[in-house]
């Protein structure tokens, strides 16, 4: 039997969004579950796919760029691990992976001054304006367990002098912290990227893909996800997800959706996947112009 999808009866994936997460995710499913691509769908409710990394626009109206990433090869190891195995748009018979670490053995990052003060003068900082008590209190953040870091903020662990160091202002001008956020994410953080204290000055560690990230990431892996089967369908914004609970078991049995400005539910039967991520990084994001500020969203 087929749904108004065209899905045929085997067990299904439905994944609800068409970030990159949702991309890679259905990626993982065929190269390493075996899961047919045909029964992998991807429900967006916009145009495009690839979430944040929307890199797109014309002179006329501006263009946008809500998110990208500075990549690392000593990090990111499933972000490799996917895209060594996906072909690159170039023709060139090269990975994804390959041409962006050619791409970069080439063009080294090294930038020239991180911090400049008020009168436009480089500031030094190789020593990073630690204090002693700021070294304490950072070792303690680091060391301590999720479990202790709790619902705190960076601001419960780490003394008002710290915020001022050349450290902080590198740090957060590279991984996007403010003050009030978690503790439990700026310490992950330390953790995974530790080796960008040698080189956080120059940002050194830092990748950079060939084009903006839509064109170099995105689309081949899209091309790739097509070519195995996957189904995009967009235009589709789910709206709600019909549910039981048994047994304190949450199981989704239905996917109401809007396609094309029409209410339509799919039935999720038993077997069948859904993936679902709450709370985008972009989305309660607006766009602006250059007379106007970008309205205000809450959800």
């Known amino acids: 039997s087929e749904d108004r999808f065209g899905m045929n009866s085997r067990p299904k994936a439905y994944l609800i969004g068409g970030g990159v997460g949702s991309l890679a995710a259905a990626a993982f499913m065929i190269r390493d579950g075996g899961v047919p691509g045909d029964n992998i769908s991807i429900l967006e409710a916009g145009r495009l796919m690839g979430g944040s990394l929307d890199g797109a626009g014309n002179p006329e109206s501006g263009y946008s760029l809500r998110g990208g990433r500075m990549l690392t090869t000593d990090n990111y190891e499933c972000t490799w691990d996917l895209f060594k195995t996906i072909p690159s748009l170039t023709g060139n018979g090269k990975s ?33 304006g630690f204090s002693m008590q700021d070294r304490v209190e950072l070792l303690k953040l680091s060391n301590a367990d999720e479990e202790m870091l709790g619902a705190s903020r960076i601001t419960d662990w780490l003394s008002p002098k710290f915020f001022e160091t050349e450290f902080w202002y ?3 001008t590279t991984f996007a912290f403010q003050p009030w956020h978690s503790a439990i994410e700026f310490k992950r953080y330390l953790h995974r990227f530790m080796l960008e204290f040698s080189r956080i000055e120059t940002l050194a560690g830092v990748k950079r893909t060939i084009y903006n990230q839509y064109d170099s990431l995105v689309l081949p892996l899209q091309r790739w996800l097509e070519g195995q089967g996957v189904r995009f369908v967009a235009g589709c914004k789910v709206i709600d997800l019909v549910h039981k609970t048994d047994g304190g078991k ?20 038993d077997g069948d996947l859904v993936f679902f991520q709450n709370g985008s990084m972009t989305d309660a994001s607006s766009l602006g112009s250059m007379t106007s500020a970008p309205p205000k969203l809450t959800k």
Not at 104 to 120: G, Q
Not at 255 to 268: D, G, K, N, S
């Open 96 to 128: 994804v992976f390959e041409e962006t670490v050619e791409f970069n053995a080439e063009r080294k990052a090294h930038s020239m001054a991180r911090l400049v003060d008020r009168r436009r003068a480089k500031i030094a900082v190789s020593s990073m």
């Open 250 to 269: 949450f199981t989704v049995t239905g996917i109401q959706c809007l396609h094309r400005e029409a209410e339509q539910t799919i039935v999720v039967n």
């Open 170 to 172: 590198m740090w957060v």
